[in-house]
């Protein structure tokens, strides 16, 4: 993958803003029909989630995108130190760096949520995630990609030496993503995960949005549901949430059309306020002139989309062929 270039603006030197896809390893030949799409039209990571209760095996499905690809960086996305020791991580990624080029790994390591809230654990304190990584890179060869997902300031300041990068899951918050970035220090980048749903035409922007309901709750549970006055929540909207929040099933995890998807029923303000900080939906042009402005805010290297949506092989192939291209220079 060629490393994300950074493109003069006057005086001003703007980077390209890197795109990722993220899927849910429910079907490993789905999977990888997905990664071929998102390589052959650009796109530089696909990463597979690691909720194995929900969703299957994750490191067998990045070993087959692996062997059935040549150049799009694969790996977990994201993984955590509770459900699998950090020994055992490290041993697949060492392995799968001996097989593959190891610059085609990249992992991405968080606290845990559904992976652990599924089978009745409790996620990883911040520390425990950054030793988990150190551990990790001390078995890995160069190359590998290693990254921290913080959805707040006490797990970005677990970025250490030997992490390359976070993933923030705060959404598009200008003064929480430079809270974030702050408390890491200084990062090699900073992407953010958004719950995307790319369209051709903006008239089908509102049955898009139909479709990714339950996946912007769930992102948001994450990322804002406890402390909502410090992680930039209008006070307005924090009852309704801490309502919607309380109600979320994880049986249902990821299911369009799961209870989770009508949670936000009674709830029109917070609903709009969710998809405007945690989604990008709409057409590649409407959603780069967000990400680009969002850029300008920030800092930020890259966005990582979703895929949970019922034509991925359609958004997929809208982020690679037009969203990359309206980012361009």
């Not at 990571?45 to 694969?74: C, E, N």
């Not at 055992?88 to 190891?102: E, G, M, N, R």
């Not at 680009?292 to 997929?316: K, M, N, Y």
């Amino acid at each position: 993958m060629a490393p994300v270039r950074p493109v003069s603006v006057g005086p001003v030197e703007v980077r390209l803003v890197e795109i990722g896809i993220s899927h849910l390893p429910v079907s490993p030949s789905r999977a990888l029909r997905l990664a071929q799409i998102a390589e052959s039209t650009g796109i530089g990571r696909f990463g597979v989630a690691d909720s194995s209760h929900l969703f299957g095996a994750m490191y067998p499905t990045v070993q087959l995108i692996l062997s059935r690809t040549a150049r799009i960086k694969v790996g977990p996305f994201v993984t955590n130190p509770v459900t699998r020791h950090p020994s055992v991580h490290a041993a697949d990624v060492a392995a799968l760096a001996t097989l593959y080029s190891p610059d085609r790994l990249a992992l991405v390591m968080g606290t845990g949520d559904s992976a652990v809230h599924s089978v009745g654990l409790r996620p990883a304190p911040a520390e425990q995630v950054g030793a988990a990584l150190r551990t990790i890179r001390g078995a890995a060869p160069d190359g590998v990609t290693l990254e921290l997902a913080a959805s707040g300031p006490k797990a970005a300041a677990a970025m250490a030496a030997g992490i390359d990068g976070l993933v923030l899951g705060g959404g598009l918050s200008a003064s929480w993503t430079r809270r974030l970035t702050g408390a890491a220090g200084p990062a090699a980048s900073a992407r953010v995960f958004l719950i995307g749903h790319l369209v051709e035409r903006e008239d089908e922007a509102a049955r898009a949005r139909e479709a990714v309901r339950a996946s912007v709750l769930a992102v948001a549970r994450h990322a804002i549901g406890t402390g909502m006055a410090a992680r930039d929540v209008p006070a307005r909207l924090r009852p309704g949430l801490e309502q919607a929040f309380a109600r979320y099933d994880f049986a249902a995890h990821a299911k369009a059309s799961g209870a989770n998807g009508r949670l936000l029923d009674d709830y029109p303000e917070e609903e709009a306020y969710l998809f405007e900080r945690f989604a990008a939906v709409g057409t590649a042009g409407g959603v780069a002139e967000r990400l680009r402005a969002f850029q300008r805010e920030t800092g930020i290297t890259g966005a990582v989309l979703s895929s949970t949506v019922p034509d991925p092989e359609s958004h997929i192939a809208l982020a690679g062929e037009r969203l990359i291209a309206a980012l361009g220079p």
